[in-house]
């Protein structure tokens, strides 16, 4: 059977002077969870929101929140995103000094502990760690912005680290972030891919986001 394809769409796309409409119409239009983009202005070149805006938000929708640290050294700030209503804590690998130890941290926390690979780091900086993550986020941009386009190059990298776990016998869910639109997410699910962060891709769909997020699900099949 055909996996179930969870579409998380990234607020960095959403209009900020009314974000609690952009929330209720990415309920409303069936989004799964939402993408929170926390981004230190350090390990990556921008930016964008943190701690007082997720917790402003959280009272206003029931889905699942992913908090995409774009952060040098994202565990110590495990805790308060936990206490400001956080349940996926996705930290890139290559911010992380110990890895394990960070994960422990976001699993300590009471969130889902996932870890996030920029385009150019391989699949097997996880071998070791895999049975301690729960979820990976294949950039298929490089972090920073929204709006940049699609690098078909990381499509190897979902299907390897889909067989790595199946190898491991450990059930992963894969999620992609950047470049998602209707014309990208058909290859990105048929890699393997199973969570699909889009900004651009659902917020600024010409039918409106209901029809977008619609498409994008089931560009696969
Ligand atoms: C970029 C962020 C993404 C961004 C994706 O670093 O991690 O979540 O919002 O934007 P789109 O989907 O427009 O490429
Ligand atoms: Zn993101």
Known sequence: MAPLIKISP?????????????IAAAE????????????DGYFVPNITVGIPVLEAIRPLTK???????????PARYAQAFADAGGDIFTMHVEACD????????????????GVSLKP?????VLQASLP???????????????????????????????????IAG???????????????AGDVINAGATTLISGT???????GMKIGIEAIRTAGS
């Open 10 to 22: 990234s607020l960095l796309a959403a209009d900020f002077a009314h974000l609690a409409d952009s």
């Open 28 to 39: 409303e239009a069936g989004a799964d969870e939402l993408h929170f983009d926390v981004m």
């Open 63 to 73: 889905l699942p929140i992913d908090v995409h640290m774009m952060v040098h050294e």
């Open 98 to 113: 110990d890895l394990d130890a960070s994960l422990g941290d976001a699993r300590v926390a009471g969130m889902t502990a």
């Open 120 to 124: 150019d780091t391989p699949a097997s």
């Open 132 to 166: 301690f993550v729960e979820r990976v986020l294949v950039m298929t941009v490089e972090p920073g912005f929204g709006g940049q386009p699609f690098m078909p190059e990381m499509l190897p990298k979902i299907t390897e680290l889909q067989n790595m776990a199946k």
């Open 170 to 184: 450990h059930d992963l869910e894969i999620a992609v972030d950047g470049g998602i639109k209707v014309d990208t």
């Open 201 to 207: 891709g659902v917020f600024n769909y010409p039918d």
